[in-house]
């Protein structure tokens, strides 16, 4: 009893004594206050303070092809029949101080252990900026952006993401700056330098860098508008623009990206489910020795979230917008060998960092896929899914028919993913 009363009197003369301090603090200072005179403030360990959330996310499938599958990379992607460990990823998330955050993800498999992303993000600087240094995707598109085994409703990747920046994305080491326009709706430009080391359309690492001109330029403008109290609509265009390897170091000839996104997103009122359409296209045009190459993809998915457990998804992808066409003379023939190489059973011996040894990345190709999948969550933590894909291969004349069954479990406290 006589501690309060004393705690009560020091907050008095207090207010007494300093009229304008008193004013200004907030009520939660002043029950702080009341809390340490009285000896009952809650405290939390420093270790506690310092320790950042860590979360592991595990993917496995197994997979069925009736033919030799479609070229795919082993990164992340079931390319064989039998049983893969798509991805194990381990991640870390953690404010550094007030004006900095940092997230890393490591990607572990059974070959080794590799930095995903790693970066640095500003929290605190003025005219709506934003920095962003390390190890990061590209922010071009909205697939590439995205952990796909975490966050979208199919096994595998879209078709023209995987044949224009490979299974391991476009990503790379540097900085990105955007702007958030003072708007009353969402307007964002985003635009980074990164090194360009994507084997399949890019091509510098980061050892060979000399200057400006070896690094991949990026940028992407995207708007989001609400379309009443339960439909989004948020659309972007992005453009890349790096150096390729199938020139000498001191002229390297350079490839260009474009794309478009599209995304409508319907959400239930009264519960968890939803309905979202997505599509992109993008287009590449690479300058070659003798010549050059243009080809274009796009891709169109529907997914129906039926209720926290339940969810199913149907996409369509084609290979051919624009139509693959050539320039002039291209060195298109200094790999002998045709994309068939990469279905080979011994796909494994020509997997080299992510590419294809002896595949012409740049040669025009055209591929139609159907796929659906049908998803189902035990609780948070957990998802099994089922898919089938139906591939055809105009130029060999050829459909696969393909089944996969994909297990996914959470550990620790992950964090939310880009809406």
Avoid at 8 to 26: C, E, G, I, K, N
Avoid at 198 to 226: Q, T, Y
Avoid at 229 to 258: C, D, F, H, K, M
Wanted: glycine share 8%; net charge negative; proline share 6%.
């Amino acid at each position: 009893m006589i501690r309060w009363v004393r705690a009560t009197a020091v907050v008095a003369v207090a207010t007494l004594l300093f009229p304008d301090v008193s004013r200004a603090r907030a009520p939660e200072d002043l029950e702080a206050e009341l809390e340490r005179e009285l000896g009952t403030a809650r405290t939390t360990p420093v270790a506690a303070q310092l320790l950042p959330e860590i979360s592991l996310v595990g993917t496995m499938a197994g997979a069925v092809f009736s033919d030799a599958p479609s070229p795919r990379l082993p990164a992340h992607e079931p390319w064989h029949d039998g049983f893969s460990l798509q991805e194990i990823e381990l991640g870390f998330r953690s404010s550094v101080d007030p004006y900095v955050r940092a997230d890393v993800y490591l990607a572990l498999s059974l070959a080794g252990i590799e930095v995903e992303e790693a970066y640095a993000t500003t929290l605190a600087l003025p005219a709506n900026l934003q920095l962003r240094a390390g190890q990061f995707y590209a922010p071009f598109g909205r697939f590439n952006q995205l952990h796909f085994l975490e966050v979208t409703p199919f096994v595998d990747m879209p078709l023209v993401n995987r044949r224009f920046f490979g299974g391991e994305q476009l990503r790379g080491m540097g900085v990105e700056l955007s702007f958030l326009f003072p708007l009353p709706f969402f307007l964002e430009l985003r635009t980074a330098a990164q090194t360009a080391d994507n084997r399949l359309s890019f091509g510098v690492p980061a050892e060979d860098v000399h200057g400006a001109e070896d690094l991949l330029g990026v940028a992407r403008l995207v708007a989001s508008f609400d379309l009443g109290e339960r439909l989004n609509l948020l659309g972007g265009v992005s453009y890349a623009n790096g150096p390729n390897a199938e020139g000498p170091l001191e002229a390297r000839p350079r490839t260009q990206i474009l794309g478009a996104d599209l995304q409508l997103h319907l959400r239930d009122a009264a519960s968890r489910a939803y309905t979202a359409l997505q599509a992109e296209w993008i287009a590449r045009r690479a300058a070659l020795p003798g010549g050059g190459v243009r080809e274009g993809g796009a891709y169109l998915w529907l997914v129906r979230r039926f209720d926290a457990q339940w969810e199913a998804a149907v996409r369509a992808d084609w290979m051919g917008l624009p139509q693959g066409r050539t320039f002039g003379r291209p060195a298109l023939d200094v790999h002998e060998a045709h994309l068939r190489y990469a279905v080979r059973r011994d796909f494994h011996a020509a997997h080299d960092d992510g590419h294809v040894a002896g595949a012409p990345s740049f040669k025009p190709f055209g591929q139609r896929r159907f796929g659906a999948a049908i998803s189902f969550y035990p609780s948070e933590f957990q998802r099994i899914r089922l898919q089938a894909n139906y591939d055809f291969l105009p130029d060999e004349r050829r459909g696969i028919q393909e089944y996969f069954l994909q297990y996914q479990f959470v550990i620790g406290s992950h964090g939310a993913h880009v809406f």
